[in-house]
């Protein structure tokens, strides 16, 4: 025995009081915030990862020619911390923008600063894991007896 159930109006179907189309496009844009969080971007099948080879080479590049006692991996965590910050003070503004902003319907409004609000949480996050490894990268210098500029 079977049965099927129908709608007759999909549109008018709520999940937790909120519509299809508002979580769709909420897990569209919290997808894209942990994309930009991490650094990973996906075009033609390739993944770009913010430290990359080419900010590895950046950062060697840099500690050659300014005689610098910190370790690459260190400074190119501390290049991708700096990006994650100005990211984060972006979206803060956004956030702002998105509070002040008029919108149709109080549900748009909610929506569309939650949206906002999931982006800052991704890049904390991903700034707390770009800080951690820092740490840790810091912490191994230490043990060996190396000097670690604290100038910034």
């Known amino acids: 025995m079977s049965f099927s159930i129908g709608f007759p109006n999909a549109a008018a179907v709520t999940i ?4 299809a189309a508002t979580l769709k496009a909420l897990s569209e844009a919290e997808d894209q915030a942990a994309d930009e969080a991490l650094g990973t971007t996906q075009t033609s099948g390739k993944v ?8 590895g080479a950046e950062a060697t590049d840099q500690a050659q020619e300014g005689g610098s006692t910190q370790s690459v991996a260190v400074q190119v965590l ?5 990006e994650l910050q100005q990211q984060l003070r972006e979206q ?3 956030l702002a923008a998105a ?5 149709a319907t109080e549900e748009a409004k909610t929506s569309a600063v939650m949206a906002v609000q999931g982006q800052i949480a991704d890049t904390s ?13 810091l912490s191994k210098g230490s043990g060996s007896g190396s000097v670690v500029n604290t100038t910034a």
């Open 78 to 82: 501390l290049k991708r911390m700096q």
């Open 99 to 103: 509070q002040a902003r008029d919108y």
């Open 92 to 94: 803060q503004q956004q």
């Open 16 to 19: 937790g009081g909120k519509s």
């Open 48 to 55: 770009r990862t913010g430290t990359g080879m080419g900010a």
């Open 125 to 137: 996050g991903a700034l707390l894991e770009v800080t951690g490894h820092l740490v840790t990268e």
